[in-house]
Nanobody, 125 residues
């Protein structure tokens, strides 16, 4: 049974930082590209960042480029999202995703089979 468990969400003031973690189990971690999506109230789920299986390549949505950093530790089966210079518009539920044999580049929701339960990030102004 595949499980992706996010942690690290919370409430932060604008300009602050948060670090999200995603612990994976039940899958061969280094065969999966990992990524993060988010969904704000009343909006569609959107791609945030992705990372290739070995971690050599990373991809970001334009709104978060230069502020967010995705990384992974294959020995720990864990992916991370470091979020700096947070803005109120970053407020959303953040989801960790995994794609077997993926590249991390895909921004399409349906291409990711495995999803975490989500963690709330709230940025106050």
């Amino acid at each position: 049974q595949v499980q992706l468990v996010e942690s690290g969400g919370g409430l932060v003031q604008a300009g602050g930082s948060l670090s999200l973690s995603c612990a994976a189990s039940g899958l061969t971690f280094n065969l999966h590209a990992m990524g993060w999506f988010r969904q704000a109230p009343g909006k569609e789920r959107e791609f945030v960042a992705g990372i290739s299986r070995a971690g050599a390549n990373t991809y970001y949505a334009d709104p978060v480029k230069g502020r967010f950093t995705i990384s992974r530790e294959n020995t720990k089966s864990t992916a991370y999202l470091q979020m700096n210079s947070l803005k109120p518009e970053d407020t959303a539920v953040y989801y960790c995703v995994a794609q077997l044999w993926g590249t991390g580049r895909s921004t399409t929701v349906s291409e990711y089979k495995y999803w975490g339960q989500g963690t709330q990030v709230t940025v106050s102004s």
